[in-house]
């Protein structure tokens, strides 16, 4: 069966410092990945997308990036952290070349910046 | 541009009462999907349904139900005889009609607490 693991859970982190959010999916080959927000009193937010190796979309202009070095690994990262980054980060995954299927998500990172 | 709307919340139960949470959807295509997921305290969204456009029939599971309705463009959720377990934030998603992924256009949920 598939799993998709996150890490680490909750972070806590200064102004300014970097970012590094490691998301991993097993079980399945050649996923669809994505990294959404959630912000406090808001809904999820898309912020990018992968449809595989090196091929990064980006939904929202920020300071954020992601990577994907492997099939099954995608990374989120920033530079620069800013106050506004802090809120609960959900990766996911979906079978590719389907449109319309359903995403499955992993347990998230609940992000602070201070 | 795709929206969703759940103008609820945070909605208030005690157990064994009937909930129904309201999903409002706009959207400028023929063809589409519609999703509920439910994200419990531990923070991983669970995914409940899944709805195509073309099928406005209305699906029971369980404690489950769903109506969707076209021409009001709704997709509202309803638990029979709610539970403490099912206290979570839910949310409602419409999919983008893109080639190859999947990107869903989320609402920004409504938190559900059942009472003992």
């Known amino acids: 069966s598939q799993t998709i693991h996150q890490w680490p859970a909750t972070l806590v982190q200064p102004v300014g410092s970097p970012l590094s959010l490691e998301c991993t999916v097993e079980?399945?080959?050649?996923?669809?990945l994505y990294w959404y927000r959630q912000a406090a009193g808001r809904g999820l937010q898309l912020l990018f997308y992968?449809?595989?190796?090196?091929?990064i979309s980006s939904e929202v202009p920020q300071n954020l990036s992601a990577s994907r070095p492997q099939d099954r690994q995608f990374i989120l990262s920033s530079k620069k952290l800013l106050l506004s980054d802090s809120g609960f980060y959900l990766c996911?995954?979906?079978?590719?070349?389907?449109?319309?299927?359903?995403?499955?998500f992993g347990s998230g990172t609940q992000l602070s910046v201070l | 541009a795709q929206k969703v709307t759940q103008a609820q919340t945070e909605i208030s139960v005690v157990e064994k009462e009937d909930v129904t949470l309201d999903c409002v959807y706009e959207?400028?295509?023929?063809?589409?999907?519609l999703f509920w997921y439910k994200q419990p305290p531990s923070g991983e969204l669970v995914f409940l349904i899944r709805?195509?456009?073309?099928?406005?029939q209305n699906e029971i599971s369980g404690r489950y139900s769903w109506n969707f309705q076209k021409s009001t463009s709704s997709f509202n959720f309803t638990i029979t005889a709610s539970q403490v377990v099912d206290s979570a934030v839910y949310f409602c998603?419409?999919?983008?009609?893109?080639?190859?992924?999947?990107?869903?256009?989320f609402g920004k949920g409504t938190m559900l607490l059942v009472s003992p």
């Open positions: 996911a995954w979906s079978v590719r070349g389907r449109i319309n299927e359903k995403l499955f």
């Open positions: 079980g399945t080959s050649n996923p669809n």
């Open positions: 992968s449809v595989g190796i090196g091929q």
């Open positions: 959207t400028r295509d023929t063809t589409y999907y």
């Open positions: 709805r195509n456009s073309f099928d406005e």
């Open positions: 998603a419409l999919s983008e009609p893109n080639s190859g992924y999947s990107t869903l256009t």
